[in-house]
């Protein structure tokens, strides 16, 4: 009769070495550091760009800030105001950035994991309510520093740091300044958010079948459902910028818009439905290159962090 060993060696369950689907004792902080390495690299490298979209959308610019296309624009700022007038603002984002997107992605897993969404199978609906309630935690963090970076992006901006964009906001406009796009902010970016990752989760699917870290993968597939979104949301991103440098407008209507409504409501009368895709293509081209950028970086945090190892 064979002899039995009183202490086998535990038998790693290679069905549960899921990459992506981590378990409920993942850590915390492993997520929120994650989610602020990605928010980071995500709106820094493709901040020039979206300088030139927030201008490309202002409704109303002087004579010198009309641009023709993205070149145009790099030309004509660069040779006019000098080419750090593309990094206005930037501090901001560096700044507010990463808390933000470290909610972001730990409120995703979170949703993602009560949902069910960490089992196996395709669960697109998990993926776009964890999407969807990741972008609503965020946002309340980031609005008021999204705010100061439009205010420092646009042409004429007198502003000469965060700190006195900040303060100079306040004292003329309150509170309610930095907050007043927040409800047009989560119009646009719940869905937006919910169809990039829904995007996103489909197409790693398609791309990456078995799960593993592959930054080709991801990139395409972040890439991908960035594009899609943004081009779905640009009108809510015209809006929201209206609402978000209506103080530097020196057109009453604008200076006064309250809400989503006013804000369309201007949009349209004055521009038609073309005026709701003003700074489409700049828009998606700082969308695709920054959602390939961010996914890429946060599954590259997630596999440098890995989940602990579960035997049976």
């Known amino acids: 009769m064979a002899a039995h060993d009183p202490h086998p060696d535990p038998v790693v369950n290679e069905e549960e070495l899921d990459y992506e689907g981590l378990p ?27 300088v030139i979209k927030t201008r490309m959308q202002i409704l109303n610019p002087s004579p010198t800030a009309v641009y023709t296309s993205l070149s145009n624009a790099v030309a004509r700022i660069s040779s006019t105001e ?58 309340a963090l980031m609005n008021p520093f999204d705010v100061v970076k439009q205010r420092m992006q646009v042409h004429g901006s007198v502003y000469t740091s965060i700190s006195h964009c900040a303060r100079s906001v306040y004292r003329s406009e309150g509170l309610i300044a930095f907050y007043v796009s927040y409800p047009t902010t989560l119009a646009m970016t719940v869905p937006f958010t919910a169809i990039q ?36 949301t640009t009108p809510l991103d015209v809006c929201k910028t209206l609402l978000q440098t209506r103080g530097t407008s020196r057109d009453a209507e604008i200076r006064n818009a309250k809400g989503l409504w006013e804000a ?21 081209i700082t969308t695709v290159p920054s959602t390939a950028i961010c996914w890429t970086s946060y599954e590259m945090a997630k596999s440098v962090n890995p989940p602990p190892l579960i035997f049976n």
């Open 264 to 284: 369309a409501s201007i949009v349209g009368r004055r521009n038609g439905f073309r005026g709701f895709f003003r700074g489409l293509r700049p828009r998606i």
């Open 24 to 50: 409920p004792d993942f850590s915390l902080l492993a997520n929120l550091a994650a989610g602020a390495f990605a928010g980071i690299a995500e709106h820094t490298v493709m901040y020039p760009i979206d």
């Open 197 to 232: 990752f829904m995007a996103y989760e489909s197409l790693s699917k398609v791309f990456n079948p078995m799960r593993a870290y592959d930054p080709l993968s991801h990139c395409a597939a972040g890439g991908l459902a960035g594009a899609f979104a943004a081009g779905f």
């Open 82 to 139: 000098g080419i750090r007038s593309l990094w206005r603002g930037i501090s901001s984002v560096a700044l507010g950035a990463g808390p933000a997107h470290a909610v972001y992605f730990a409120t995703y897993e979170a949703v993602k994991h009560a949902m069910g969404g960490n089992g196996g199978g395709h669960q697109p609906l998990a993926a776009a309510t964890s999407g969807a309630c990741a972008t609503i935690a965020s946002d």
